[in-house]
């Protein structure tokens, strides 16, 4: 099993059954997670764009200073959820605080939209895990936070003295415009909150913001970095983008396991937009292809269909050259400016063999590119879907 947030040194997690979901189906996996720093740690969070944000993202945006932890529940998004769910939210953290004996903690929720949380059983929870501390290691704090998930998903890597590890939940109502469902991650450097802030939001700019499974955006989504300081390692301007490089490998680690799991998915498209004009233009055309329904029903069926991938490119609406673009699907070579002569059984293929195919759009614009993940779109994406609530 992967290493996680539980690996980094000074922080222990703990996970409780707490049946905050009713369902037919029982449930085999812890419902709460809380995670505690060992020392008052200094945060970075990025959060969700939606205008709609549930009651654990108003919460938790306004919490400022350090903080001891983060507390969360799967099963229950409390959100829509109105002055109740502020005040059910608040009370999550302010119990984590009080059983632990700590300072202030984040509070992340994800699940059903619009059910109140049921604070009976999740009181019961979070003690419960308050006093399983330290005994959820590697993929258990991941399993509490999953909710379609298939399989825990979470990241570990070694810097130049020091840990970065991390988990995250995802598998639908991905399209974060900031973040994904749910991430969690830690590590021992010592560093300024304003630094530890600017590694974030780069790093997520080329990770979870770079990433699409159905084009929904969550009213949940939220990423929270935590730095216990247990390391004598300093991060300062000198080794900053050494930090941020790490960082960005654990968090495109965990966008791209997001991905994998999407809801019903098979398959998993890097879509890569090169020699554009500008950053900004090769990162809206390749989201606006990664989005397209009909470029991924497209991949489920292994068409080479590269006509939806020029028009998805076009629909971008940022001044794409029709004459100049080039569309390939794998190494094979679709389009110049029209289409060119290619043997269609040996595309489909390639995309039947593979379970990660790669578009690559060829703009002749320019030097800059992007490249963005998205899966494809099935059967089983609609039948998850269909069924969630029961």
């Known amino acids: ?5 539980a690996e980094v040194p000074g922080v222990k997690c703990g996970t409780a059954f707490a049946g905050i979901k009713k369902t037919e189906k029982p449930i085999n996996r812890p419902d709460v997670l809380v995670i505690v720093t060992d020392e008052p740690s200094e945060f970075a969070a990025v959060f969700t764009r939606n205008d709609v944000k549930a009651a654990p993202i108003k919460v938790s945006m306004e919490i400022t200073g350090k903080v001891s932890g983060i507390v969360a ?13 502020l005040a059910d939210a608040v009370e999550m953290s302010k119990l984590a605080s009080q059983l632990t004996g700590k300072g202030k903690f984040l509070v992340a929720s994800t699940g059903v939209i619009g059910e109140p949380m049921p604070m009976e059983r999740v009181r019961k929870g979070i003690a419960e895990a308050v006093k399983n501390l330290g005994k959820a290691k590697r993929e258990e704090p991941a399993r509490a936070i999953m909710t379609t998930d298939t399989f825990p998903k ?53 990770s979870f913001n770079a990433i699409t499974v159905d084009g929904d955006m969550s009213t949940n989504d939220c990423v929270f970095l935590l ?9 300062t301007e000198n080794n900053y983008r050494e930090f941020r490089e790490n960082l960005t490998v654990v968090l495109k680690d965990l ?28 990162k809206a055309v390749a989201r606006k292809i990664a989005l397209s329904p009909l470029v991924k029903t497209a991949i489920f069926g292994c068409d080479p269909n590269w006509g939806r ?45 593979n379970d990660e195919i790669t578009i690559k759009v060829v703009l002749n614009q320019g030097e800059e590119k992007f490249e963005y993940l998205t899966c494809d779109l099935t059967y089983d994406y609609v039948r998850i879907n269909a069924e969630y609530r029961t």
């Not at 099993?1 to 947030?5: D, F, L, Q, V």
């Not at 529940?73 to 769910?85: L, P, V």
């Not at 830690?186 to 080329?206: P, W």
């Not at 609406?317 to 029709?322: L, N, P, T």
């Open 154 to 206: 979470t990241a570990f890597t070694k810097g130049n003295g020091y840990v970065i590890g991390g988990i995250a939940k995802g598998a639908g109502m991905i399209d974060p415009s900031m973040a994904t469902m749910l991430s969690f991650v830690a590590t021992d450097v010592k560093i300024s909150k304003e630094l530890l802030q600017r590694a974030l939001r780069e790093a997520v700019e080329v």
């Open 1 to 5: 099993m992967k290493k996680g947030i």
């Open 309 to 353: 991938i020029a028009a998805a490119a076009g629909a971008a609406m940022v001044g794409v050259e029709e004459e100049k673009m080039e569309i390939y699907i794998g190494s094979f070579l679709l389009f110049k400016g029209r289409r060119v002569d290619y043997n269609e059984e040996e595309v489909f293929r390639y995309m039947k063999e």
């Open 255 to 282: 966008a791209y396991q997001i991905v994998k799991d999407g809801e019903g998915a098979t398959k998993v498209a890097r879509v890569v937009v090169e020699k554009a004009k500008s950053k900004e233009q090769a």
């Open 73 to 85: 529940n799967s099963g229950n998004a409390n959100a829509c959820t109105g002055e109740r769910g």
């Open 227 to 235: 730095s216990t300081g247990r390391n004598s390692v300093e991060i």
